[in-house]
């Protein structure tokens, strides 16, 4: 045991400036290689945005490696990316349409930027009926790059390298709720949630089994209809009967309940733990995903401290007890920056758990920050540069 | 909605898209309300399939064939059900008035008939409707009895137990009588499913989250059944 303890780097034993350095260097160029186009381009926003997002991720991936810390770092790309990805986007839309809404003749015309959240509901009617039910162009056009084509295969990449990690590195929705859960010191409702976690979890399942078979039956995208509570902060059809009308009232108590109010007194990212299906269709890949979090049984001392910290519920006192996390862990870190005891650990499947935990993390990280650099990334430096176009019309529109 | 091999935006229908779309759409619906409400299946059906099943020879082979007789001869069992309530939903004409007013409150029905099965699972009509042991008795046989698999899944094929009388209803509703029986086959495809663990005798049993997520399922859907009951009730106040 001596002997492994003492091959394990100490996740909270800072690394020193030289090594962390060259550790970040890798993905520093990577940085580089992927904004090379917009650093090139004569428009200024787009390029101080490009930078600023060079900067800031080889800047937090630095701080990961030297700190030894993900989750707070993570948490910082995260959070402004949930932030920003609205702002930017309603911008545009303002922008070019005037209004967040949606009108029918747009949407029937295919003006629609696909969104990964319809991925699971596609796939029953392109098997049987070879039809895309989703109102996007398939491959990209000048008015909407995000055409379908793209945006599933990055997903695809995507989802292969990170597995259920796509809810905390990729998806630009969650970062929403993880900046409300952030705002208290500490949580004002924690054993409700705690009793009735183990049924809530469950909602995601019984919601991507309704909406997938629901959208095949209706040949419509049910949860984008209906249901997507990001609605509220991104793109939305035009209210003009009972019918739209109730679909948007449905999106804003949801955001409200689910993106805002929850997560802020429960300090739990409660849309994605207890609601969103597509993160329960995110945990199948976990499955297949070569990295995990387990529980050194060896060192843990039931605290469950990992327990309360974890923003899902993905872990449980059972799971605990098995050293494993449950099928819905998005491998944000979080319980292993919590727990003192070093028992929670990144792990490489097929390797002993707690033999290289910091080894195993790194090389976690480096596939799944390139990703976040690559995808998310783009959308920041977009935003930045919607944001610094806009600048000087709303600073025109203040002095009026 | 965009075809894949087309790479305009805009739809492109033929006749044989259209029968397709419509195809997998009453699909979807029974497939979903199937592996919904699979658990009452279960519970009704379960008494009688699990003793019987137990005094069968032992072995997979044999299990799966006695199995295969029982679904094959639920699904008889569905099929006729469906052709029976399709035969009489269809005497009601199609340009009768109140036809908007019977389909909203048949989905206000639905939803309430989903909720009641969702809050109170197993209810205990559906235990008792299930066909009586002594009918299908078998006993304990060295053999495999093929009749005994097809009395009993014929039998519990037609009892009427709630999702059943659901499922019946909507077909009750079809335009066709072939949609109705294919309305029937995707149910039976969703609560057979349940039947799998059988094979295994009752793995269901030790996963109760199985279950649950059935029955929250039951009660998305019935707030599916509910608004779509209600928008078709407030369509009619409001136009008339
Ligand atoms: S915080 Fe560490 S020691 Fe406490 S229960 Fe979790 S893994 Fe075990
Ligand atoms: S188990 Fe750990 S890594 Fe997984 S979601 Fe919870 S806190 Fe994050």
New interface residues.
């Given amino acids: 045991m001596a002997s492994r303890s003492s091959a394990v780097l100490h996740p909270r034993v800072f690394r020193s400036v030289g090594r962390s350095l060259l550790l970040t260097l890798p993905m520093a160029l990577w940085s580089l290689l992927m904004f090379t186009p917009s650093l090139r381009q004569s428009r200024r926003d787009v390029t101080i945005g490009s930078a600023i997002v060079i900067a800031f991720m080889t800047t937090l991936f630095y701080l990961m490696v030297r700190t030894g810390n993900t989750y707070r770092w993570r948490r910082c790309f995260f959070v402004a990316l949930g932030f920003l990805f609205p702002i930017g986007f309603i911008s545009a839309l303002i922008a070019v349409r005037g209004t967040m809404s949606i009108p029918i003749e747009r949407m ?3 003006d629609t930027p696909f969104c990964f959240m319809v991925t699971p509901m596609l796939v ?3 098997a ?12 990209p056009t000048s008015s909407n790059p995000h055409s ?1 084509a793209v945006m599933i295969g990055l997903w695809l990449a995507m989802t292969l390298v990170l597995g259920k990690a796509w809810c905390s590195y990729g998806c630009f929705f969650g970062g929403i709720e993880e900046g409300f859960a952030a705002v208290r010191k500490r949580a004002k409702i924690r054993r409700t949630v705690d009793k009735f976690a ?2 809530l979890r ?2 995601p ?3 991507l ?2 909406v997938v ?8 995208p049910i949860y984008c209809m209906w249901l997507c509570p990001f609605k509220t902060v991104t793109e939305y059809p035009a209210v003009h009967s ?2 739209t009308a ?1 679909q948007m009232g449905i999106f804003i108590v949801l955001f409200a309940g689910l993106v805002v109010v929850l997560p802020y007194l429960t300090k739990k990212r409660t849309q994605c733990a207890f609601f969103c299906p597509f993160g329960a269709f995110q945990s199948i890949f976990n499955k297949i995903n070569p990295f995990e979090i387990r529980i050194d049984r060896e060192k843990c001392v039931d605290c469950t401290l990992c327990q309360t910290t974890c923003p899902t519920m993905a872990l449980s006192k059972e799971s605990i007890r098995e050293g494993k996390t449950l099928m819905n862990c998005m491998k944000c870190g979080a319980c292993v920056d919590s727990c003192n005891k070093d028992a929670a650990v990144w792990h490489l499947k097929g390797t002993r758990v707690g033999l290289h935990p910091e080894r195993a993390r790194l090389l976690f990280l480096y596939g799944a920050w390139a990703m976040a650099t690559m995808f998310g990334g783009s959308i920041l430096a977009n935003s930045l540069a919607t944001m610094i176009r806009f600048l000087p019309k709303i600073h025109s529109m203040l002095l009026k | 909605m965009t075809t894949v091999t087309d790479n305009s935006s805009l739809p492109h229908y033929t006749a044989r898209s259209m029968a397709i779309h419509s195809l997998s759409a009453f699909a979807g619906e029974a497939l979903a309300l199937g592996l919904a409400t699979g658990p009452v299946c279960l519970a009704s059906c379960g008494p009688v399939v699990l003793p019987w099943m137990l005094v069968q020879p032992r072995g997979l082979r044999t299990h799966s064939t006695q199995l295969s007789l029982f679904l094959a001869a639920r699904l008889a069992g569905y099929l006729l059900f469906a052709a029976a309530v399709w035969t009489a939903g269809s005497a009601i004409p199609h340009a009768w008035v109140g036809r908007s007013w019977l389909l909203g409150g048949t989905q206000l029905l639905l939803a309430g008939a989903l909720f009641v099965y969702a809050a109170g699972f197993p209810h205990p009509r559906c235990a008792r409707s299930a066909s009586a042991a002594p009918l299908v008795h078998i006993g304990d046989s060295p053999h495999p009895r093929r009749s005994g698999a097809a009395t009993l899944g014929f039998l519990t094929g037609i009892n009427l137990c709630p999702p059943f009388l659901v499922a019946g209803v909507r077909a009750a509703l079809l335009a066709t009588l072939p949609s109705a029986l294919i309305y029937f086959a995707f149910f039976f495809i969703g609560t057979s499913v349940w039947f799998a663990p059988f094979l295994s005798l009752s793995v269901v049993r030790r996963t109760p989250s199985l279950v649950t997520v059935a029955r929250m399922v039951a009660v998305l859907l019935a707030c599916w059944y509910g608004v779509s009951g209600a928008l078709i009730l407030m369509e009619k106040v409001v136009y008339g």
């Fill in positions: 029937v015309s295919g029953i009617p392109a049987f009926t070879r039809t895309i039910i989703f109102p996007g162009s398939i491959l379908i183990p049924r469950l909602i399942w019984a919601l089994i309704v078979a629901l959208s095949a039956a209706l040949m419509e009972v019918e109730i």
